[in-house]
Structure formats: structure tokens, C-alpha cells
């Protein structure tokens, strides 16, 4: 059996890359230090495998690739969307692709963090990467996420069990803090725990800033005694280092960016007394990548339209769901990704009446409904490729084994080749 | 297929590093090297008959991509909505303005005359990220400065005694991240600034107990020992600030000895002792340049325009921060280094920003083409493409005093610019711009027309002034293929290439120490942290000793 050390998981915006699999006759048969999710991906890796597929029957991979030229060439605004789960290499192309036919272009951020780039754009953001939480946070804390079930080896990796530089005793060296609507499991291994009414995330933010400035406040604020949040603030004001990891409870709930703008703020206000930074919990492996690649192509990081032969932003009307919801495409790519399993109903019944194309590794809902089927080889597992961390680290994903299907990159490559192609003849 | 033999007939050509200066000559060009002679048969004929043929810019200091240059990006999306390029003959569409996008950047230095253009402050942890850029920057030749002046192994070798494990470690470092320079950045400073204070000294105590001073030591016998060709690339403390002179003339004093770049010395050229009494010193840091033809430097010249200001010195750019108000970012970058982003708009009726403007030019004017060179310090003094205004300044007393009379009524008492005469020439221009960064760069086969050389050649169409001649390529050649033609640029598809150096230094000369420390403290294992081959599709090695 041939053990692989150091392989990258490409699941979550963890990156963990310390990962062992163990390989023999092809297969996956053994994997080490990865957590449960991790684990699953790697060994059934081979199950539920998409087929090259046009209306449901199957067919060639080159006749699948020709059938999405056709559609792609003929339709008049195409939507592609997805790229969080795959390499910055594939997002390269798609970027090409959209900037060639004119297309919108959108990254599954912008039904997650997205609003946490609506609110950089208004405040800037104090970051840091997961080394410098190890090294010297002594006080974490998770607003409105919850690790130990969705970044299952975050605690043990990064944010409060590795003993590290300067914060030499681990997690004896370090408060951790968690915010939550509810007590999870992430919640049960925190110093404290404070509970917020569902939906007042933004009013208590806004308290310990007021509070920061000398404000006074008595009662409760957002289902929360003051003067817990008063120690709240003590605590932060009294860290040598401290991190707010940021999730979807603040992102996705009443409020999104104002959510984000408020934590953001309160951190920014935080240095003028010590040391804070903001983490967003990033969910897919490469969405921050996605966001990276449209950044330096574009200059924008998500909902980005092309018809006028440049890039325009406009989150909310070139945004994925927003666009179908208003029935504005008139098909779609999907790299890497499953709207159907994800979108809001509406917008969902709109996309089932569109031509799909869809770029996936594996079958899902959405490669299901789709009139043209492309498999691909599995980032991180039958291709390598560069992903970057939910900090911005970029780390490059192996090849552990072969796959009979080309990558996302070379497919989209081909595409974006026969485009060109006719283009010349024409 | 782009022809691969050419000969550029009949232009006038300078090429300083030759003494070439203005004489008419055919200029040959094979394989994309200029050779000594060639055959009209076989190759393509321009005839450039009464244009200036000179060798391609050279940009020394520019920051164009990596982490810091994205966000920002995401900082300032009202920055790229001012100013969007469309899609046309096969080029990407993009925005531009003070941070504009990957393509966008290699477009509009193309159409300067640049040929290769060093992107001066990488953290080696994210080192993929700032080549991965790069590579979407298409056409130019480009390299990186790795951050190392506030490193925490190089200070915990530092501090044990061990400075030939530091010396190693730098070397191999340079080598790991793909470099092609070290970067010191406010040493002790960044590193400090993690614990919330804010250190600016040469000669104090680091909080490992360290003086600067040692590091920068360490770096310039790393880059003489190796024979790095670009010596420490360094941004000292206090930049600035009121006072900052004295912090160029220390830096000077200590450093006197060594090979050097200051980085934007325009910001270290600063008197007085409050925003008050702000006033230029230029001629103090130039009196004590002028004995030292062994440093070399870059203006960071100031633009009156809303700009971005980034760097590694993040307790500068939280200070500044704190002066200009508004957004801020800093990313705190493992065991390395980190970085600031503040926007900010130089303003021509405020006192401290003219006395800036003029501050830069007075070095530039004074010291001269061969040991300052022209840079805006990308974007943090402004974007790159509004050189050609610099140009207009340093080639024309007369534009400079129209601007005077233009800025802060009392700015004309604090600067010395009013009273320097001196206009350089196309020849001069053409040296600082090309010839004189590629010496200080030590690249052998740039910035000048000799056999040998890449062929990376700008054609200008002479025009009223110097500057409106060098402000856009007729043609540019790179590496043998036409990029610009008539002014257009007709062939972006090529992808340029990375230079680095290679030090030889491998893994197997780091201790079991090193390892150790790589193992417990960075969040990526060791042989994750590398750059792979596979960022170096098209390159150019420096194997240096």
C-alpha cells in the first residue's frame, strides 16, 4: 500500500494539509488525521460519479463538450456560476469564458459570505492568517459559527488547542469566546458563552462599540445583560491578541452586511486599545480563491456582468439567484457546484426551465436536471491545483490518482478554444 | 507565429549602458536576443525611420500583485468603477485606477515602454498568490522581493547567536518563495505592531531583543555572500513622517558600506519636527547619498490624486489610519510579516502633500537619472501609469513652476524645487527609466541594445516634449515578438516570465532547529510551504554562488 503524506483535504476552507491516505490498485483505501467529513471525501470518492451526459443519455466526453459550445455560443446571457470547489486554475478559465461571450459570472459566496465583502468594501478588515491565532491569540471568538460541526479540525488545528509562539500553553493559554442564537457543540467547549434573540446580532455589536466609546447602557441589549456584555469587552480589551471568527449567523441572518460592518468596526475601534483581527469562516475549500481570481481579473469578488464588454458589479442584480429569480439568463453554466440543491424555490423552478450545463465530478441535483453532463476530475484527489485557506494562504492540492476524465481547467480550455474558434471563421 | 528575426531599421537609438546617444543604426534581432548583424531575407524589416529606439523600461518598485494588491481591491470598488476597460482584439477587459486588475496593469505598462516591472513586497507564505497573479499579467518579465526583515526565525537565530543558520535560512528562504530580492521593510517594526506598539528604529531593541540594525547586517552579508544580484532592498523607519530625514540619514550611515536600494526615498526626505513645520530636507539626504555611489534609490514620487496606499510597514498605515480616518486594513501575515491598505487622496491645496510633491523631484533632480529612479512607489504615491507627468516635471523647469504656483502658497518656503534648474534630457530620461534600474536590478540582459540582450526594445515617435514623446510606445518589442505595433498593442497572449534566483541552498542545509520551528509554528507543513516548478511556466533562473 503506498502512503501519501502532507495530501491537502479539498473540503472545507480549512485546508488541512497534513492529511495521509493510503493508496492501493487505484484506490483510496486508508485515510489519517483527516476529521469525519474529510475521511468520507477521500474514501468514497469513487461513488456517485457523474456520467458525460446530453438531455439524460449518456454520451462522449467530446460531444458533451461540443453540445455546451453550441449553447453557449447561441444563448444571449449566459449565468456561470459556482467555482468555490474547484482549483484557481478552472477559475481562471471561467473567468476567460465569461469575459469572451459576454456572460454574468458568479461564485457561491454570494449565498454565504458575501455580505461579509459588501461590508469590507465600507470598513476594511483587520485580518490575520491561522498561523498568527495560533502564535498569539489568547482570546477567540466565534460569532455566529460553529466549528466543531463545520470546521471540524479548526479548535485543533488553528484556534485553540495548538500550543504555539507565543501562546505556549494551548488551550490553557486561551479564552475562547462563542456568540451564537443557540448552544451547539462548538458552544459547549467555550470559557463563555452568550446567547443571543435570533436576529439582534447587529443591535449587541453595535452595544460594545458604544460601550468601547464610553457609552453607557443598563438592561439587556439583544436578549443579552449588559453587564455580561460589559465583561465581554473587558476581556477583549485585556487580550494581548485577540481573533473574531465570523459565520453565517452573522452573514445570512437579519441585517448580513450591516452584521458584518458592525463586527468589523468593533475590531477596527479595538486596535486603537490592542490588537483584534476578523477570520470569515469560509466554507468550500476554494472560495476564497474564487473570490481571489475575480478580484484581480475583475476588481470586483462575486456578481460580476460582462455584456458590455467590461466588468460590472453589482451584487443583487448580477448576483446568481437574483438573476434567475428576475428570469434574466437564458442559460447556465455551473462549475463545481449544486444550485438546485442550494437556491431559494423560486429562483430553483426558474433555473429547471433553462439549459444547464454543469461541470461536476460527482452526480447532484443539479447535474440531474441538466441538459449537458460534463465529469471531471476531482480536484485535490485526480488533479492538482492551487485552493486558498479561508485566511488567504494559498496551498497547492495534489494528485493522488488517475481519473479517465480531463480537469475542470482543460474542459473549460476547450470550450473557451472552440468559442474562439468559430469566432475566427465567422 | 510572430516572426522570430527582425531588424528595426533606421532609428534613432539611445542606449546609455553603451554610450549610444542618438546615433542612426539598425538595430538586429534574433531568437528573440539582439544580435550583431542579420540578413534582410529572413527577417522582418520596421522601418522606424526618425523614432526613438531605446532599450524597454525597466520599473523597479511597483506593487502590481499578491495578497496586499487584492485586497485592496476588494477594499475599493468604487476605485475600478471609474475607470473600466472594455474587451477588444483579443485583449481581457478589466478596471484600472489606483488598483487595477492584472491585465489592465501589463496593458497599460506596455504601452509605457516597459519591458519588466518587480512586484517589491512578498510574504514567502503567500508567494503562489502573488505569482499566480503575475501570470495573468501578461507580456512582462516579472520577479518578487521576499519580506524578511521582521521574520521570527531569522530573529530566533538572531538572538541564540547562530548567524550562520540565519545566513542559510535567508538564502534558502529567497529560494523557497521563488525571489528575486530580499525586502526589508521598517524592521522590528511589523513585528512589533502585533503587539500593538509602534517601533521606528535602527538601534533599539526589538522585542526579541534584537537590533535592526543586525538583521539588515545579516540580509547585506546574505546578498554579498551569495552574490544576489540586487543588493537589500530596504524601506527604513519613519516613513513619512515629520523628521523622517534623520531616519535617511542614519539608515545611510549605517548601511554606507554595503551595496543598497532605499526604497521611495521621496518619504524619508521629510524636516521639521509636527505636521506644522513639515518642510523638505531633500538636500541633506542627497549631500549624503552623493559620496555613496553604492546606494541606489526610487523616488515614490507623490501625483495629486486619490490613490491607495499599501505596505508591510502596518504601523505606518495604521497611523495613517488614524490621520486620514475612514477604511482600514492589515493582515497579519505567520512568523513573516503583515500589511496595511489605507485609501487616500494627495491633495495639491494641502501643505504637507505639496511639500511631498516637490520632495520627490528634488532627489530625482539632484542626485540624477543613474542613481534615483522613477517609480509613484505603485500606488501608494500614485498609479504607475501617471509617470509621464512625473516625466513632464523632470524634463521641464518650466512645468515644475507652473506647478508651483499651483500648490500650498506656503509650500514655496519649505521646498528647495524652485530653485533647481536642471531639465533632464530624452537621453537622461531614457537612463533612469530603463539603463540605470536594470544595473541597479542587476539584470545583464536588460535595459540596454547591446549583442546579447533580451530583445525588449521601445519605439517612441518623437513629439513636442520629452514627455509627450515617451508617454506611449509606437512599438514595443519583447523577447523578439511585436507587442505594440502603431501604438496598439496586437499580441498579449504571451505570459512573460518570472526571473528568481536560485541560491543553491536546499533543504538539507536548514537544521534540525528550523525544521522544528517550521513544524511547531507555522499552520502548513514544510512541504507544503515550498513554491512548486509548476509557478514558473516560462522563467529565468539567476543561479548565483
Given amino acids: ?387 486558498y485557506r479561508m485566511d488567504g494562504v494559498p496551498i497547492r492540492v495534489k494528485k493522488i490518482l488517475n481519473s479517465i476524465y480531463p480537469s475542470d481547467e482543460e474542459v473549460l480550455d476547450r470550450i473557451i478554444a472552440k468559442i474562439k474558434g468559430e469566432e475566427r471563421n465567422a | 507565429m510572430p516572426n522570430d528575426s527582425l531588424i528595426i531599421k533606421g532609428g534613432i537609438v539611445y542606449d546609455p549602458l553603451n554610450g549610444v546617444k542618438g546615433s542612426i543604426k539598425d538595430i538586429y534581432v534574433k531568437d528573440g536576443k539582439i544580435v550583431e548583424d542579420l540578413s534582410e531575407e529572413a527577417a522582418e524589416v520596421i522601418d522606424v525611420t526618425g523614432m526613438i529606439v531605446a532599450p524597454a523600461n525597466v520599473d523597479i518598485h511597483s506593487h502590481i500583485a499578491g495578497p496586499k494588491v487584492n485586497s485592496a481591491r476588494l477594499m475599493r470598488p468604487e476605485d475600478h468603477l471609474r475607470d473600466p476597460l472594455r474587451r477588444k482584439n483579443g485583449l481581457r477587459s478589466g478596471c484600472g485606477f489606483s488598483v487595477p486588475t492584472t491585465f489592465v496593469t501589463a496593458y497599460r505598462y506596455l504601452l509605457l515602454g516597459y519591458g519588466t516591472v518587480m512586484d517589491p513586497a512578498v510574504p514567502p507564505l503567500k508567494a503562489r498568490h502573488a505569482l499566480e497573479e503575475l501570470e495573468d499579467t501578461p507580456v512582462l518579465d516579472k520577479g518578487i522581493y521576499i519580506l524578511m526583515g521582521n521574520n521570527n526565525i531569522l530573529y530566533y537565530l538572531l538572538k541564540k547567536g547562530d548567524k550562520k543558520s540565519a545566513k542559510l535560512f535567508a538564502a534558502w528562504l529567497l529560494k523557497s518563495a521563488g525571489g528575486y530580492a530580499i525586502k526589508v521593510v521598517n524592521p522590528g517594526g511589523t513585528e512589533s505592531f502585533k503587539w500593538g506598539k509602534i517601533f521606528n528604529s535602527l538601534s533599539d531593541d526589538t522585542i526579541w531583543g534584537i537590533k535592526p540594525k543586525v538583521v539588515v547586517d545579516i540580509l547585506n552579508e546574505v546578498a554579498c555572500e551569495f552574490k544576489l544580484p540586487h543588493p537589500v532592498h530596504l524601506h527604513t523607519y519613519n516613513i513619512g513622517i515629520p523628521g523622517s530625514y534623520k531616519a535617511a540619514l542614519d539608515t545611510i550611515n549605517a548601511f554606507k558600506d554595503n551595496r543598497l536600494h532605499l526604497a521611495h526615498l521621496q518619504y524619508f526626505c521629510y524636516g521639521g519636527d509636527s505636521w506644522a513645520t513639515f518642510r523638505s530636507e531633500s538636500v541633506k539626504v542627497v549631500e549624503a547619498l552623493s559620496n555613496y555611489e553604492n546606494i541606489t534609490a526610487d523616488m515614490g514620487q507623490v501625483i495629486f490624486v486619490d490613490t491607495t496606499t499599501m505596505t508591510a510597514d502596518t504601523p505606518w498605515e495604521f497611523t495613517l489610519h488614524k490621520l486620514a480616518g475612514g477604511r482600514w486594513s492589515n493582515s497579519d501575515v505567520e512568523l513573516e510579516t503583515g500589511s496595511g491598505i489605507v485609501p487616500y487622496r494627495y491633495r495639491m491645496d494641502n501643505l504637507v502633500n505639496s511639500v511631498q510633491w516637490a520632495v520627490g523631484l528634488e532627489i530625482a533632480l539632484l542626485l540624477g537619472p543613474w542613481r534615483v529612479f522613477l517609480t509613484t512607489d505603485h500606488p501608494n504615491g500614485g498609479p504607475f501609469y501617471f509617470y509621464p507627468e512625473v516625466i513632464k516635471w523632470l524634463t521641464s523647469a518650466d512645468a515644475r513652476k507652473e506647478m508651483i504656483e499651483k500648490i500650498h502658497p506656503k509650500a514655496k518656503k519649505r521646498i528647495y524645487l524652485h530653485n533647481i534648474d536642471r531639465e533632464f534630457s530624452l537621453y537622461e530620461m531614457i537612463t533612469m527609466l530603463s539603463a540605470a534600474p536594470a544595473k541597479a536590478l542587476g539584470l545583464k540582459e536588460k535595459g540596454h541594445l547591446g549583442a546579447g540582450a533580451d530583445a525588449d526594445i521601445a519605439i517612441y515617435k518623437p513629439k513636442g516634449s520629452v514627455a509627450e514623446t515617451l508617454s506611449r510606445v509606437e512599438y514595443l518589442i519583447k523577447d523578439g515578438r511585436v507587442v505594440v505595433r502603431h501604438g496598439e498593442i496586437v499580441d498579449a497572449s504571451y505570459i512573460g516570465r518570472i526571473i528568481r534566483v536560485d541560491t543553491g541552498v536546499d533543504d538539507s542545509a536548514l537544521s534540525n532547529e528550523v525544521r522544528e520551528l517550521f513544524d511547531k509554528f507555522y499552520s502548513v507543513t514544510f512541504s507544503n510551504y515550498k513554491v512548486e516548478d509548476v509557478y514558473f511556466k516560462r522563467e529565468v533562473v539567476k543561479r548565483v554562488v
Wanted: aromatic share 6%; proline share 4%; charged share 20%.
Fill in chain 1, 1 to 387: 500500500m503506498l502512503k501519501v503524506e502532507n495530501v491537502v483535504c479539498p473540503f472545507c476552507g480549512c485546508l488541512c494539509d497534513d492529511v495521509i491516505v493510503y493508496v492501493e490498485d487505484g484506490a483510496i483505501k486508508g485515510v489519517e488525521k483527516a476529521c469525519s467529513i474529510g475521511r468520507s471525501l477521500f474514501l468514497k470518492h469513487r461513488e456517485d460519479l457523474s456520467l458525460p451526459s446530453i438531455d439524460g443519455r449518456e454520451t462522449s466526453i467530446d460531444e458533451a463538450i461540443n453540445e455546451a459550445v453550441n449553447i453557449l455560443r447561441d444563448k444571449k446571457h449566459v449565468l456561470i456560476y459556482g467555482l468555490s470547489s474547484t482549483s484557481i486554475e478552472a477559475q481562471r478559465k471561467a473567468l476567460e469564458l465569461a469575459d469572451l461571450i459576454g456572460a454574468s459570472i458568479d461564485q457561491t459566496t454570494s449565498i454565504c459570505h458575501g455580505p461579509t465583502s459588501l461590508a469590507i468594501h465600507q470598513t476594511g478588515i483587520p485580518t490575520c492568517t491561522l498561523g498568527e491565532v495560533k502564535n498569539r491569540a489568547d482570546v477567540v471568538v466565534f460569532w455566529g459559527s460553529n466549528p466543531l460541526e463545520a470546521h471540524q479540525r479548526h479548535y485543533e488545528r488553528y484556534s485553540l488547542i495548538p500550543k504555539g509562539m507565543f501562546v505556549t500553553e494551548g488551550r490553557r493559554g486561551r479564552k475562547l469566546v462563542v456568540v451564537d442564537v443557540r448552544p451547539t457543540p462548538s458552544s459547549r467547549a467555550a470559557d463563555i458563552f452568550i446567547q443571543v434573540r435570533p436576529g439582534e446580532d447587529y443591535e449587541v455589536l453595535n452595544a460594545l462599540r458604544y460601550m468601547l466609546k464610553g457609552g453607557k447602557l443598563d438592561g439587556e441589549v439583544g436578549g443579552v445583560k449588559v453587564e455580561t456584555l460589559k465583561s465581554l469587552l473587558d476581556i477583549m480589551l485585556s487580550a494581548k491578541y485577540g481573533v473574531i471568527f465570523i459565520g453565517m449567523g452573522l452573514t445570512m441572518t437579519r441585517g448580513k452586511y450591516h452584521n458584518v460592518e458592525a463586527a468589523l468596526s468593533l475590531a477596527i475601534e479595538l486596535n486603537s486599545h490592542t490588537r483584534w483581527s476578523v477570520v470569515a469562516m469560509r466554507g468550500h475549500y476554494n472560495v476564497s480563491g474564487a473570490g481571489m481570481v475575480l478580484l484581480w481579473q475583475t476588481g470586483f469578488p462575486m456578481a460580476v456582468n460582462f455584456s458590455l464588454g467590461y466588468p460590472r458589479y453589482s451584487p443583487g442584480e448580477y448576483s446568481a439567484v437574483d438573476l434567475l429569480r428576475r428570469k434574466e439568463v437564458d442559460a447556465v453554466l455551473v462549475i463545481a457546484s449544486d444550485p438546485v440543491a442550494n437556491f431559494p424555490r423560486e429562483a430553483v423552478r426558474n433555473l429547471l426551465s433553462l439549459p444547464i450545463i454543469a461541470i461536476d465530478p460527482k452526480r447532484s441535483l443539479t447535474t440531474m436536471v441538466a441538459k449537458v453532463v460534463i465529469p471531471t476530475a476531482k480536484v485535490g484527489i485526480e488533479t492538482e491545483g492551487t485552493a
